[in-house]
């Protein structure tokens, strides 16, 4: 057999941009690694350099970005991450995107309109990303848009957990926002032992953005303490109006489950007067004290993404971390 044969060994790298790098440490601290130093700065102009102070050539690169607000800027740093990476010979780079950006723009709703969260797939392909990896996407089939390997995680494991430490599951009720989120509320059901399931029917304009009418429950939730469940909490009107909708209809109690916490003013407002026991979100995204009140719990995701991260770069199964189901 002819060429050169090496016993080099694989090298794991964590990299982080700038929007949250507090989420990034809490990653590696669970890897057991620490994040690569990077220079990064924004010039007067407002354009991003990034440069990394070490070399990864030949690394398997991890780079965490948490596309919070303003989320333009952050995915910016994240393309000119990956091109530095690509252009220093790094050997895979993985996008760690625990909140996919765009995400809610996966299709079109009128003509004219652009299918966003495709072109986000798109845009990290061309810089220089082998692989994707994101939390909780809002459409399931958005992971068709990026040409190459992805892995989606499922927060309901941590999620989950915490609910059944705080709730009698005796008396549960899992409660879906709209019809659209019945597939995730039917597997919070079975993880919570088979409980009753209901949905809040609601309407929109589209062409009001963050507006959404909640008109009443199908199922029953009288008596009973609800668990409502969605993906992401933006402004907060569709779940603060659906926790009130279902309080109406007779439950004992309301806790909303969701797993990113936008929390775009009014959202903290409408959160803490709507009525609910509690708030329980993750860390995919962060949450500054101004946008902490007292019925707020907020999880860490941040092991949750090391055991991906370290899957990943073992050639395991990201899949089995979620029972099947990824």
């Known amino acids: 057999m002819t060429g050169i044969l090496t016993q080099g060994e694989k090298r794991l790298m964590v990299v982080s941009g700038r929007a949250y790098p507090e989420l990034a440490e809490a990653v590696a601290k669970e890897l057991d690694t620490e994040v ?75 003509g004219r309109e652009p299918i966003s969260a495709r072109l986000m797939a798109d845009l990290f392909k061309s810089a220089g990303a082998d692989r994707l990896m994101s939390v909780d996407l809002h459409a399931s089939q958005a992971q068709g848009f990026f040409d190459g390997p992805v892995d989606h995680l499922w927060a309901m494991p941590v999620l989950v957990d915490y609910v059944k430490s705080t709730i009698d ?107 609910a026991r509690e708030v329980v979100i993750t860390n995919t995204l962060p949450i500054p004290e101004e946008k902490r009140f007292e019925n707020l719990t907020v999880l860490s995701i941040a092991p949750l993404l090391a055991r991906a991260i370290r899957a990943v770069f073992d050639d395991g199964s990201v899949t089995s971390l979620f029972d099947g189901v990824a």
């Open 169 to 275: 599951l005796a008396n549960v009720a899992v409660v879906s926002p709209d019809a659209g989120r019945i597939r995730v509320a039917e597997k919070w059901a079975n993880q919570l032992g088979g409980c009753p399931l209901s949905f809040v029917h609601k309407t929109r304009d589209t062409t009001r953005p963050n507006v959404a009418v909640a008109n009443r429950v199908v199922g029953e939730v009288e008596g009973r303490d609800c668990v409502l469940v969605d993906d992401m909490i933006d402004t907060g009107g569709t779940i603060a109006e659906a926790v009130k909708v279902v309080k109406n209809a007779g439950a004992k109690s309301v806790t909303v489950v969701a797993t990113h916490g936008i929390l775009s003013h009014p959202a903290v407002e409408r959160l803490s007067s709507c009525g």
């Open 36 to 110: 690569s130093p990077t220079t990064a700065y924004d010039f007067a102009n407002g354009e991003t350099y990034v440069r990394f102070n070490e070399s990864v050539r030949g690394a398997d690169v991890f780079v965490i970005q948490s596309h919070t607000d303003p989320v333009n800027e952050w995915i910016m740093e994240q393309l000119i991450m990956l091109d530095a990476l690509k252009r220093a010979s790094a050997k895979r780079i993985t996008v760690v995107a625990p909140c996919y950006p765009y995400a809610r723009q996966d299709k079109k709703h009128l």
